[in-house]
Structure formats: structure tokens, C-alpha cells
């Protein structure tokens, strides 16, 4: 028996962002700002009831997260936040240098005029970041990535790289909110911008590439700073 289904049939309404994807951006965050630290169990009664919504979609969350690899399940399924080690976050990085080459090199023979008017944007607000506190900036940032592979049309691509920033969230925000390194990380971004306006696949893929080993060092310094002024305070 053959079915025989039409168009409408086969059309659901969704929302665009569901309730779990929600919950699940506003954990993401939780971890970013250290309110949920590396390490930490994550009480799904406590922070249902702190969300305001059952344990189901905050369980959809966590999945999403498990699979970011921002959290873990304990041998007796309870979830907590993961602690990465320094050597696998800059193995990460360093994959994620050769996703954003490719990427970038992709989108320099596909950017439209508008696409490249929309990287200008957000390289410029970059660029003014003196109005911006270290977690719009950051954003900020992350968007401008984002939005170069997203120009590549490549959905693999596209997919893995959301995968990867995922897992390494934490740790590109501890390396952006280095004020020291703010001024590298902006004429770093430039370069991306200038190869991307020209055109150039090279210049950009090369540009990308410097720019995730840069991260790798911030994020070095930013944990030895972070180290030293822990002992300093105890």
C-alpha cells in the first residue's frame, strides 16, 4: 500500500526557537559568566524551578549542551559542567583554525556585496568597541565568525563549526575578555576583513588561521593570570 501524502500534509508549525533551545542559550551563558563554574552539578530541580519550567525541556537543554560537550553525565546520570583540560581546548582551537580558513576562503568566492556590507558592520562595531563591555564585544565577535562561515554555503562546514564553537564558548570569551589582547584581536580581524573585501581566499584563510593560534596564547596567559591571582588572594 502506497501512501499518498500532499504538500500540506507534510507542513509543521513550529516555533523558529523552541523552549529548549531557550533554556538551553541561557545555561550556555550560565557557563560563560562562571555562574555555573567548571565542575559544578547541575541540580535539574533547583534550576528548573529557578527557570520557571519543568524538567523536561531543561533536560532537552542539557542534552543539547552534552552534545557541545559544555556538559557531562556522572556514572549515575547526574549532569555537571565539563572541565576540559588546557591541551584539549587548544587541539580544539586548533581544528577550529582550519574549519575558519575554510570557511573563509569559501566565502570570498561566494560573499555578495550585501554579505560583505553585513561583515563591514559588525567588523566596525568592533572596531568602536570602546562603547562595548567585554560580553556584548564578545558576542559581537562571535557573530562576525559566524556570520564569514555561514557565507561559505557549505552546511558541513556550517555545522561543524557551530559544533566546535560550542564546545569551546568558554573558552574564546576567556581569551576575548583580555583587554590586553583586545587591540591584537581587533587588527587580527581586520586582516580577515581586508581579505575578505578583496576577495582574496589566501589572505583570509591565512588571516583566520593566525587568529585562532592568537587564541591559544590569550587563553594560555589568561589562565597563568588567573592562576596568579587566585594564589595571590589566598
Known amino acids: 500500500m502506497k501512501l499518498n501524502l500532499s504538500d500540506a500534509d507534510l507542513r509543521i508549525n513550529r516555533p523558529r526557537i523552541t523552549l529548549v533551545q531557550v533554556v538551553a542559550d541561557k545555561l550556555r551563558e550560565f557557563i560563560l559568566l562562571e555562574k555555573l563554574p567548571q565542575g559544578a ?9 529557578a527557570l520557571g519550567i519543568s524538567r523536561t525541556p531543561l533536560r532537552g ?27 584539549e581546548i587548544s587541539e580544539n582551537l586548533l581544528v577550529m583554525g582550519v574549519i575558519e580558513a575554510l570557511g573563509g576562503e569559501l ?54 563549526h557551530r559544533q ?7 573558552a574564546r570569551f576567556i581569551s576575548s575578555r583580555r583587554s590586553a589582547g583586545r587591540g591584537k584581536t581587533l587588527r587580527e580581524h581586520a586582516a580577515i576583513f581586508e581579505g575578505l573585501r ?37
Not at 537543554?61 to 591541551?87: C, I, K, M
Not at 589572505?203 to 593570570?225: C, G, Q
Open 41 to 49: 552539578a547541575i541540580s535539574e530541580r533547583e534550576v528548573a524551578a
Open 61 to 87: 537543554a542539557l542534552s543539547l549542551l552534552e552534545q557541545e560537550g559544555l556538559v557531562e553525565y556522572t556514572v549515575t546520570r547526574r549532569p555537571r559542567v565539563t572541565r576540559p583540560s588546557l591541551e
Open 107 to 160: 566565502a570570498c568566492a561566494a560573499a555578495t556585496d550585501d554579505d560583505i556590507a553585513h561583515i563591514s558592520n559588525l567588523h566596525n562595531k568592533m572596531q568602536n568597541s570602546a562603547e562595548l563591555d567585554s560580553l556584548e564585544f564578545f558576542r559581537t565577535d562571535m557573530e562576525f565568525h559566524k556570520a564569514i562561515i555561514g557565507l561559505s554555503g557549505n552546511k558541513s562546514l556550517i555545522e561543524t
Open 164 to 170: 566546535y564553537n560550542g564546545r569551546l564558548w568558554r
Open 198 to 234: 578583496k576577495r582574496d581566499p589566501i589572505k583570509t584563510a591565512m588571516a583566520m588561521r593566525k587568529h585562532m593560534d592568537s587564541a591559544i596564547h590569550n587563553l594560555k596567559v589568561a589562565l597563568a593570570e588567573r592562576e596568579t591571582s587566585d594564589s595571590e588572594q589566598s
